[in-house]
T-cell receptor, first 113, second 112 residues
Framework: KAGVTQTPRYLIKTRGQQVTLSCSPISGHRSVSWYQQTPGQGLQFLFEYFSETQRNKGNFPGRFSGRQFSNSRSEMNVSTLELGDSALYLC????????????FGDGTRLSIL | GQQLNQSPQSMFIQEGEDVSMNCTSSSIFNTWLWYKQDPGEGPVLLIALYKAGELTSNGRLTAQFGITRKDSFLNISASIPSDVGIYFCAGRRAGNNRKLIWGLGTSLAVNP
């Protein structure tokens, strides 16, 4: 069974640019969550999508947005990139009920120059 | 955002030793999850716990859902070099059980 797939694995951008990251969940999983991971800060929750609707949101500015498609694939967009946005962005999928744990992809490493 | 208190922050042990780490919170939790993250990869689920007092094993790993529902423990027996990595706890609070709250991780190094 294929796991969670994130593309691209690595990305280099400059300040002010925008970026779109992609996540394909495990087949049959309807929930996709996005996290930002930086050294010393752990995993910071960005948002969760379920059946194409944002179901939960973390405390990130509006520059961070996402969407989910009918096939459960999800994209995350960050506009007007800042140096502090450099991080590992992780996507996790689950069946969507609270008794089902999340399964992670290997992340997209975003570096801002 | 809210985070769990995970300790210790890091550990350096000899191969063959047992390891213990824990997560605590001032809130009551309905779910505790333990993940391991290797360098360059995403976290991998090790053990999921859903009931107070529950004790679950996965090979050499054993995790417990604290009886007070405010803490959880992970033990690794007879450590081996491939146990190296960062271990994260995560949980869902009672009453707000959709969002996962995370610890900052325990970094484990094993000396062969």
């Amino acid at each position: 069974k294929a796991g969670v797939t994130q593309t691209p694995r690595y990305l280099i951008k400059t300040r002010g640019q925008q970026v779109t990251l992609s996540c394909s969940p495990i087949s049959g999983h309807r929930s996709v969550s996005w996290y930002q991971q930086t050294p010393g800060q752990g995993l910071q929750f960005l948002f969760e999508y379920f059946s194409e609707t944002q179901r939960n949101k973390g405390n990130f500015p509006g520059r961070f947005s996402g969407r989910q498609f009918s096939n459960s694939r999800s994209e995350m967009n960050v506009s007007t990139l800042e140096l502090g946005d450099s991080a590992l962005y992780l996507c996790a999928s689950s069946q969507g009920t609270v008794d089902q744990p999340q399964h992670f992809g290997d992340g997209t490493r975003l570096s801002i120059l | 955002g809210q985070q769990l208190n995970q300790s210790p922050q890091s550990m350096f042990i000899q191969e063959g030793e047992d390891v213990s780490m824990n997560c605590t919170s001032s809130s009551i939790f309905n779910t505790w999850l333990w993940y391991k993250q290797d360098p360059g990869e995403g976290p991998v689920l090790l053990i999921a716990l859903y009931k107070a007092g529950e004790l679950t094993s996965n090979g050499r790993l054993t995790a417990q859902f604290g009886i007070t529902r405010k803490d959880s423990f992970l033990n690794i027996s007879a450590s081996i070099p491939s146990d190296v990595g960062i271990y994260f706890c995560a949980g869902r609070r009672a009453g707000n059980n959709r969002k996962l709250i995370w610890g900052l991780g325990t970094s484990l190094a094993v000396n062969p």
